[in-house]
Structures are given as C-alpha cells and as structure tokens.
C-alpha cells in the first residue's frame, strides 16, 4: 500500500497571485464560503490541554438497567455507560497521546527551545526579534517547541499585552489569498472587522494590515507547514509579509517559518530567502533512545501503573527511529497498541499488541492525511474517488478537473482554475494518495491518468465525515464504522 511520505518536496510554484501592485483579483479567486475563526482548521489556536477529567472508556458490554421483559436501554443510554466507563488502561483522557497534546516537558529538545526562546526574547522588551526558520524532518518536534515557547511567552502577562502571536498551519491553506485574509481575520475583534470574501487580493493585504495596526504591537506570525503552501503556491506571499514592516505605523511583524522539507530555502527567491533566514534552526531526528524517553514520559502520563509490559516502549521507538525518528509515529503506535489491548480486553500492552498497531497504523497515516488536505484538495481528492469507485479504472485529468468542478460548485465553492487543481493532483501524489501516469492522446497532446492508491471503502468514509464534505457525501449505511476491518489483514492493500 502507497504511504505518504514522510518528507513532502516542494515543486516550483505556480506564478503566485500575490503582488502589490495589481488589484486583479487572484487566480485562485476567493471561495464564498468564508472559514470563520471558529472553524478554520488552519488557525491553531495554542493547545493547552491536560488530561481531562473526563475518562473515555472503552466500550464494555452494557449492563442492563432494566427490569427483565423491559424495554431495552435507549441510545443515549447506552452511550452514557459507554462514555463513562473506566478505562483498565488508561488514566484519565487518551488525548495526551495525541499530536495536539503539548506535554509539559520536551525531552531532547532543550536546545531548541532555549534557541528560540532567545531568538523571540527580544520581542519581551519590546523589540522586533529577527524573522526565524525552523527546520526538520516531521516529527521532529518543531511544533510543539513553537507551542510550549508560545505558552511560556503568554504566561508572562506582564509583558505579553504587546505581543500577539498568531499560528496558522500552511498546509490547511488553499491560496495565498486565504493566508492573508486568515491572518488578518485573526486581529478581527468582532465580526464587521472581518475581512469577508470576495474582495480583491490588494484589498484583502490593505484590510490585513489596517486589522495589525489596530492591535498594534509586535506580532509573531508562525507559518507551520509553510512549505506546503510555498510548494502550491510559490513564494510571493512570503515577500509580501516579509517586507510588510516597511507598511505599518503601528505594529511590527516577525515571521517563524516552520518546514517540514530541509531544502526549503532552495526554492525560495533570494530576497525572501534572505529575510526568512535571519535566523534558523534544525531540528535533528531523534534516535530510539531519545524516542523512548519521549514515550515514557508519556506513557506515564497517559496509562494506569503497570499496565505497560516490558518491551512496548522499546519496540514502538525502534519501529519510529527506523522511519526518521519520527515522534509522531512513535506516540501513535503506543496509542493504536493501548487500542489494540483494549480491543482484546487484555489488562496489559504487550510487545504483540505494537506489531498489530504497527500493521494498522499505515491505514490510519493513510486517514490522517486526507484529513488534513486544504480544503480545495479534499474535494478534488473525493472527486477523484468517486469516478474511481464508478469506473474502476484510470481517470484522465481532464475528467477529474470537470467532477471536481462540478463538487465544488455543488458545495457553493468558487472552483479553483486548471492549474492550481494540476498542482493538487501532482500533491495528491506525492502524498502517495493517487499515483498518476503520462498517457499520449494522438494529436490531441498529452494527459494525465490517475490511479486511486488508498483503499476507497475506507477513505471515502474519512473524507464524508469532514462538514466540507458531508453535503455531497453518500448517505450513511446503518452501523457504517470507519476502519472495522482492521483485524483482517487482508484487506489492508489497496481495496
Ligand atoms: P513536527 O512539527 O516536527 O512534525 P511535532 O512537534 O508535531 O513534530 O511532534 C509530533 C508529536 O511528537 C507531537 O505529539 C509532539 O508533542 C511529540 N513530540 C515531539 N517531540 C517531542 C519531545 N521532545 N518530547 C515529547 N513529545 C514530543
Ligand atoms: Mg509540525
């Protein structure tokens, strides 16, 4: 089964939209469906979660409150006693495993995040710090160092009244449009500040920097992903926001790019290179030990005392380090090996429960991806699906262009123009979601054909579950479950 990367390239971007001096609209004209603050994906705001008090147990044969000969419990009761069953495993909420679950301590990292810290120190006393560049493999924890440097900034109130930090992850953005009116969006305090779409691209920078003015200070935007966005789009808007500060009277922006792809500055143009790289640095992969203390700390925090088997730990970092050291991967083994013992109602995590979460967890990488696609992509991927499921067989670009139009319009999206939606396809696959191949058409030229790669009786299911989705989605068979078939390795290739 094709599996996503774990490094994305980016690809020389499409001529961007983004230039000061036109007032065109962008080529990629502006969806009317606005993504508000609420529910913009892209926009992360800093995650400060502990474990819950809530306990999400698992699910446990339902004791019957009835009287015999009664009616059976209704829905809400059997998800009552569900819900608030004690977990054998877990300790409390399953939600520090997660990614967006920022741990108290960052093991292996106290180097990066003093660098950053004294990159952004400046900004306490009031001064602009130097634009920064984190770069690293995924999983290399440069998010959560972003994150846990962010809370610490926003701990001293004394100082962060002057200081306003704005985190948008670039790889749930579509177009350099929806960056700008993203950011600005974010200094909006109510909603007749807000940037509405449907104006024209210059408009949308003007609105964006009167929104800073307005707050004032010194902003510290983090471009997550950002080479996600600079490999769909090019870099334009990257000049654009490096080169604001020369626009603004009352506030001052300073901007933490953070890449997944080490050769990132390669393809940036040398002005925009030179101001995003004032500072940069690299996050390492971690090695196995280093990963197992990464997913001590975390399973200590996470499971009941004792319920971890020898052996769990160790094996869920060697899988990890033997894929770049990916903590990310590491956690969500320990994660699906807890599920897998819970689905055995075993009292214990044993070394075999991390083979079986091993040999799932390319299914779920699979699932995680189509979920975090832009939202531009989610259909253009479902569209694709779809013909798929219909035709069994390959789709040319240019069929796949017209359903995704099509899905779009459907949804009440502006649809994006040809190329934009080519580069979403050459993303797809390198995603490893859809393998397209170069097919001649006699003297009509030549085109793409494209093969889904993911198993389509489970991702579609993923990508209907997305509100964006769901209108245009198949109704729901009863009892449809994503990913029941996990225990049956044979169909865990493609279909
Ligand atoms: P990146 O942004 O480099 O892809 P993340 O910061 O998202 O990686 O880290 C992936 C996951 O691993 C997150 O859940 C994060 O909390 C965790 N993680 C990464 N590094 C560490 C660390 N040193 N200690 C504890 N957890 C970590
Ligand atoms: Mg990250």
């Not at 690299?282 to 990963?291: E, S, V």
């Not at 006699?442 to 793409?448: F, I, K, N, Q, S």
């Amino acid at each position: 089964m094709a599996c996503p990367p774990r490094t994305r390239r980016p690809r020389p971007g499409q001529a961007s939209t983004v230039s000061p001096a036109t007032e065109n609209r962008p080529v990629d004209a502006p969806e009317p469906i606005e993504p508000t603050r609420a529910t913009n994906p892209a926009v992360a705001p800093v995650s400060d979660r502990r474990p819950g008090a809530d306990s999400t147990g698992v699910p446990v044969p339902v004791p019957s409150t009835s009287a015999p000969g009664n009616n059976p419990p209704s829905t809400g009761g059997i998800l009552d006693s569900i819900f608030s069953s004690k977990s054998e495993l877990f300790r409390g909420s399953r939600e520090v495993l997660r990614d967006s679950y920022v741990p108290s301590r960052l093991p292996h990292r106290e180097q990066q995040i003093r660098q950053v810290a004294e990159i952004l120190g400046p900004a306490l006393r009031g001064d602009l710090p130097s634009n920064l560049l984190i770069y690293g493999k995924i999983g290399t924890g440069k998010t959560a160092v972003v994150a846990q440097v962010r809370q610490d900034i926003q701990r001293r109130t004394d100082f962060s009244a002057h200081i306003s930090f704005v985190t948008v992850n670039c790889g749930n953005i579509d177009t350099p449009y929806s960056l700008l009116q993203t950011i600005g969006n974010t200094f909006a305090k109510n909603e007749a500040e807000r940037i509405p779409t449907g104006w024209s691209l210059d408009r949308v920078q003007a609105g964006m920097r009167r929104l800073m003015d307005t707050k004032g200070g010194i902003l510290l935007l983090v471009l997550d992903e950002v080479d996600r966005l600079v490999a769909r789009s090019g870099d334009n808007v990257l000049y654009t926001l490096s080169q604001i500060n020369t626009e603004l009277d009352e506030a001052r922006l300073a901007i933490i790019g953070v890449s997944n792809d080490l050769k990132f500055t390669n393809h940036l143009d040398a002005r925009v290179r030179s101001r995003l790289n004032e500072e940069k640095i690299l996050f390492p992969p971690y090695d196995a030990t280093q990963l197992q203390d990464i997913l001590r700390d975390r399973a200590h925090e996470a499971f009941r005392d004792g319920v971890v088997d020898p052996g769990v730990v160790e094996r869920c970092a060697a899988y990890a380090a033997l894929e770049n050291g990916d903590a990310r991967r590491a956690l969500a083994l320990l994660r699906l090996s807890a599920e897998m013992a819970e689905r055995d109602h075993a009292k214990r995590i044993t070394p075999d429960h991390v083979v079986k979460a091993k040999n799932r967890l390319e299914q779920d990488i699979i699932i995680d991806c189509c979920r975090t696609l832009p939202p531009h992509c989610k259909v253009l991927l479902y569209a694709i699906l779809q013909s798929f499921e219909r035709r069994r067989n390959g789709v040319l670009t240019g069929e796949v262009y017209d359903s995704y139009r099509r899905l779009a319009e459907r949804l009440g999206l502006q649809p994006l123009h040809a190329r934009s939606i080519s580069n979403y396809v050459s993303e797809l696959e390198s995603l490893g979601l859809i393998r397209a191949t170069i097919v001649s058409r006699g003297r009509g030229g030549r085109t793409r054909e494209i093969i889904v790669d993911v198993p389509i009786s489970e991702t579609m299911p993923a990508l209907e579950e997305d509100p964006l989705i769901a209108p245009v989605g198949r109704p729901k068979s009863r009892g449809q479950m994503l990913l029941t078939n996990f225990d049956n390795p044979a169909r865990t290739g493609p279909f």
